[in-house]
């Protein structure tokens, strides 16, 4: 603001000579000048610098045609409207100023909450706080575990290793600013008793600014700025300040929402997953158990409608051989052998059908793995080219269905005696952990394919030349029947080992008979 005041003396005085007049209105016209710059200045600089007193006379008129008096009633005029003119220019300067700098606010948080991590807030945050507020030193500062800790600086050389514990053992403005939840500007921190020094080489601050970033209450760090020249920050900064934090807070309580998102997303989608291959592997075993089913009803038809015949031709046989044996040739008596044979093996199949289709009964006997074992391998013909190894122990005690079990082992030997043509080592060997008993059956052959391995328990499968597929399902379907398992491992040209897990003790059943039932025919709706 400007004002002037005039006390100006009548000029009718004398006549002065021109040389002194000349001099006079110089002197008089360069102070209205001063007067104009200096009230120019006055409100350029939002400075009331006080009044000016003019007390000169002089034949103004006789230049101008005007008084001195008038003239400077002019210039005064012209001053205070270009004073005007300039306070407003400034006001409008300002205002745009703070326009801009909203305009920039909103831009900013439209790109913090499109951050995809916790790195691109920190960097756009304190990128902001450099470029458009101008701040030289700033710190993105939040909380970790009791403590508030530097996560991204600008401005040091290096990076801050600042932390502070929250419960305000070593003071600190942001630390007050977190607690009261509420934003603190430090003029001076000479007259700040709660400022921390930090421990490294830093340059010397003299201000401060700390606002909290605020969720709900719940302060989750602060945006710091300092400055190495006392009273650097104002009320706009700081006003500027808590706009950029809540803009923080709510890209950061995004980014928590989206990862949560992000995490029961995963969740439901893994369970989802699961559901969907337990409903596959039901249907799977639906349709596996109607297979079985149908398979056996098929086995039980086929192997009784076999057995009359088969019976017959065995009569008939024994007949011609102990009718007209002796009158037989060399040749017919090797017919009828060929014969017999193959009545016998027709038996065995007709048998494995109606194991499979039939009803299973347990008669549990006590025995030990060494004694199963050697009974087994006693009434087995084996290969003088392969070698036999026992390591079968006399404990655990079990109870098993002695027939039952030595047709599961007499199974798995002779499968292990077939896999090593050429000769091998075959070990039997019996392992306690806990309350179960395993039983393994080793061989040195030619292992089995991959592609071999998930059928070797469907029935009608097999890779031998003769032979119908039941061997293994039906040993499978024994070992269940004891409550155990039957597992299967081979290395394709180095081997294959089964192994029977069985309950030691009494665990399987005690003293009782258990009747282990087919899964029959299922009703799935349709036909």
Known sequence: MLELTLNAEEFDRPSIPRKESTLRHKRSYSFIVLSLVVGVLAVLTDVAIGALVFNYSTLWEAFFGISFYQQILRFQVFAAFVGS??????????????????????????????????????????????????????????????????????????????????????????????????????????????????????????????????????????????????????????????????????????????????????????????????????????????????????????????????????????????????????????????????????????????????????????????????????TMDIPECIETVDRTRKSPKIQVDLAKMHRVFKNLIKNAIDAMPSGGVLTIVSLQKNDKLTIQVKDTGKGIPPETMDKLWTPLFTTKAKGMGFGLPICKRIIEAHKGNILVESDVDKGTTFSVVLPSGTAVHGEQEIMFEMPRKLELGGT
């Open 85 to 378: 003119s300039l306070f407003m220019f400034k006001g409008l300067k300002d205002r745009r100023r703070a326009e801009g700098m909203l305009s920039a606010l909103n831009r900013c948080g439209r790109s913090l909450n499109r951050a995809k991590n916790l790195n691109e807030i920190y960097e756009l945050t304190l990128a902001f706080m450099e470029l458009t507020l101008g701040f030289e030193y700033a710190a993105f500062m939040l909380v970790e575990g009791g403590r508030l800790v530097v996560s991204r600086s600008r401005g040091f050389a290096f990076s801050i290793p600042l932390e502070l514990p929250l419960n305000g053992s070593k003071g600190g403005v942001t630390i007050r600013s977190i607690k009261q939840r509420k934003a603190i500007l430090v003029s001076d921190i000479v007259d700040e008793p709660e400022y921390v020094e930090p421990d490294f080489h830093s340059p010397r601050m003299r201000s401060e600014i700390a606002v909290p970033i605020v969720i709900e209450d719940e302060a989750l760090g602060v945006l710091n700025a300092e400055s190495k020249k006392p009273k650097a920050f104002d009320e706009n900064d700081l006003t500027m300040l808590q706009i950029l934090a809540s803009h923080a807070a709510t890209a950061i309580a995004n980014l928590n929402a989206q990862d949560q998102v992000r995490s029961y997303t995963d969740q439901l989608e893994a369970k989802v997953k699961q559901k969907t291959d337990e409903l596959v592997a039901t249907h799977d075993k639906l349709i596996k158990a109607q297979r079985l089913a149908a398979i056996g009803e098929l086995a039980g038809m086929v192997g009784h409608d076999l057995r009359n015949p088969l019976t017959g031709i065995a009569g008939a046989t024994y007949y011609l051989r102990v009718k007209y044996g002796e009158a037989m040739d060399k040749k017919g008596k090797n017919m009828l052998g060929i014969i017999e044979e193959n009545i016998k093996y027709s038996d065995k199949i007709i048998n494995d059908l109606l194991d499979y289709s039939r009803e299973m009964k347990l008669e549990l006997s006590d025995t030990d793995p060494k004694s199963l074992l050697k009974e087994i391998l006693r």
